[in-house]
């Protein structure tokens, strides 16, 4: 069988390195895929938005099965495009993907379906914004509507830096089109969760939780970037919180795209925070999530071509779905100065051992030779019987991975190993 995953990062080599699993799979194509995982594809050079150029080249070489991957091409329509020629894909069409395109239809959803999530504004006059913010309780949270990506939320400490996010998402456009809108909303405190899901619009079918490790600095200091490593399952995601997840939040938000005739096929990601009030949405994303899929994905047991197939083909209810119960964690090693400016182009190597567990994000080949290529450049991932020792093992697999002006945290997982204790 002929597969084609969309997209080039962390989360796409991951998926490849699953659906490789299954005996079926003759040949994986990725579209644009990079020079870390040609071992695992033959990686093709056309962008992750070129939906025409993706879809010519499915149709040419008898593509039997996409996965579309990021969030710009479900947004722009690539599995409408796919699907029109007779292509099954795995992935949102663009009417569902609009949960995660735009905050303000998410946000309005979440109001009109009595999902719990924080209290908001929406605006689209600057003037109005500003007004608002000036008795507005602070800190509070200013998000861009549409994709920036994962740049577009900023949370704002002081009304000056609420002001200052307003004015560069609404009148400098550092997002483009995506601040012509934007969301303020209320602060909220807790532990964060994520939760990636199969869902084939009827049945939900959550994969293990995760804990994301956003900023750059360890504990937890320094800019946002799109994630520093992450650890699974996450300790404050109890089995009793599942349920009410599972009750107030996953099916009714199943249920409320139903009811907008925007039926929603694919993996959907709930971006959770647990508050004394019980869990809130913080976001939905249309599609896995990077880097969580890179500790998600290793502790699945079930085949992931035959689950994704029962999601394009509505028997997500009849398809076993298992996850080993072990402990994960994935550490990212970045280029120094991410998220900010950095360096490129220097020669990575790994011991054997390494490259085994590690999936390939910011790189390229050149001249034969693997170079880095972007901010995020691997994430190494083990899998253990304890937190700690899936902890211990992805550092020692990590100092595997070697180039100039690397650079990880130190303390991914610490937060969960207290939080156990």
């Known amino acids: 069988m002929k597969i084609m995953v969309v997209g080039g990062g962390g989360r796409e080599h991951a998926i490849i390195k699953k659906l490789k699993e299954n005996q079926s799979v003759t040949e994986i194509f990725a579209l644009p895929g990079n020079g870390g995982m040609a071992q695992d594809a033959i990686c093709v050079d056309i962008g992750a938005k070129d939906i025409e150029n993706i879809v010519q080249f499915a149709c040419e070489n008898g593509i039997e099965y996409a996965v579309v991957a990021p969030d710009d091409p479900l947004v722009l329509g690539c599995v409408d495009a796919l699907e029109a020629k007779g292509i099954p894909c795995f992935g949102p069409r663009s009417e569902a993907a609009v949960?995660?395109?735009?905050?303000?239809?998410?946000?309005?959803?979440?109001?009109?379906?009595g999902i719990p999530t924080a209290a908001y504004e929406v605006f689209t006059d600057m003037e109005a914004a500003l007004a608002y913010l000036e008795t507005a309780p602070i800190p509070?949270?200013?998000k861009a509507d549409g994709l920036a990506l994962g740049k577009g939320v900023i949370i704002a400490e002081t009304r000056q830096e609420a002001m200052d996010a307003v004015r560069s998402m609404m009148a400098d456009k550092v997002f483009g089109k995506s601040g012509d809108q934007i969301v303020i909303e209320e602060f909220l405190t807790g532990p964060e969760v994520s939760v990636l899901a199969f869902t084939d619009g009827k049945t939900v079918v959550p994969m293990v939780s995760s804990m994301d490790h956003k900023r750059a600095g360890d504990n937890d200091t320094g800019l946002n970037t799109g994630g520093m490593?992450?650890?699974a399952p996450n300790p404050y995601y109890t089995d009793a919180i599942a349920w009410e997840c599972m009750e107030k939040i996953f099916?009714?938000?199943?249920?409320?795209?139903n009811e907008e005739n925007r039926t929603f096929k694919g993996c959907l990601y709930f971006g959770l925070m647990l508050t004394q009030d019980g869990p809130k949405v913080i976001e939905y994303n249309c599609r896995f999530g990077d880097p969580e899929t890179q500790v998600v994905l290793p502790l699945l047991k079930s085949d992931l071509l035959t689950v994704m197939q029962a999601t394009t083909n509505g028997t997500l209810a009849d398809t076993p779905v298992e996850f080993a119960d072990q402990h994960a964690c994935c550490v990212i090693t970045a280029s120094a100065g991410y998220p900010q400016s950095y360096e490129k182009g220097f020669e990575i190597t790994m011991t054997e051992e390494t490259r085994a567990h590690t999936?390939?994000?910011?790189?390229?080949?050149?001249?034969?030779k693997l170079v880095t290529a972007g901010g995020r450049v691997t994430g190494t991932t083990a899998v253990a019987d304890s937190l700690q020792e899936a902890i211990r093992e992805a550092y020692r697999l990590a100092d595997g991975v070697r180039f100039e002006k690397a650079y990880?945290?130190?303390d991914i997982g610490q937060r969960a190993l207290a939080a156990k204790q």
Request: glycine share 10%.
């Open 408 to 410: 990880r945290r130190s």
């Open 229 to 231: 490593g992450t650890v």
């Open 140 to 142: 509070t949270v200013i």
């Open 359 to 368: 999936f390939v994000a910011g790189a390229a080949l050149k001249d034969g």
């Open 251 to 257: 099916m009714p938000t199943i249920r409320a795209m």
């Open 99 to 113: 949960i995660e395109g735009s905050k303000v239809f998410s946000k309005n959803l979440m109001k009109k379906y």
